[in-house]
């Protein structure tokens, strides 16, 4: 059984995702806005995962007795500077939610709960992946500096991305991941 403290903390999670997946959908938008199309594609994938990362927590704490309690989603960031400053604000982003997920995990480790354990463990890994690889596009972003080619390059080069999740939850992530 599920502790109440850690529904509260799985719901705060939820919200968390759902805010992440509108932040991504925001800055997808930005892209679009200035011509950087292939930045558009990759915000967007990144917003599909996000929302598989809210359902997935949403799901597993229904699986444990949990009610699932949605609040208000914040407005997104905005007023951005440069692809690169979009992309510091998407590392410090990312950062923040590794910060989340190691918390819950600590807290499922401090309440004995091996199956919110064991559930947190893809997502300490999944933050791993999502920090390295926003750092090796800052990194790219960097290096590049001013050169609009090389933006062009970068924009085409992101714009290969596809969403690796599904999108469809109707039937539940389980069978939804069966499908994609």
Known sequence: MISEKMKKALNRQINLEMHSAYIYMGMSAHCAN???????????????????????????LQSQGGEVVLSAVEEPLSGFTSLLDIFEKTLEHEQFMTKNVNGLMDLAIEEKDHATQIFMQWYVTEQV??????????????????????????????????ATVPTDFSQGVEAAAKVA
């Open 34 to 60: 200035i011509a950087l199309k292939g930045c558009a594609v990759w915000f967007m994938a990144q917003y599909h995962e996000e929302m598989f990362h809210a359902m997935k927590q949403y799901e597993y």
């Open 129 to 162: 992946e999502e920090e390295d690889t926003v750092n090796e596009i800052v990194a790219k972003l960097k290096l590049i500096g001013d050169d609009k080619n090389a933006l062009l390059t970068i924009d085409k080069e992101l714009g290969s991305r596809t």
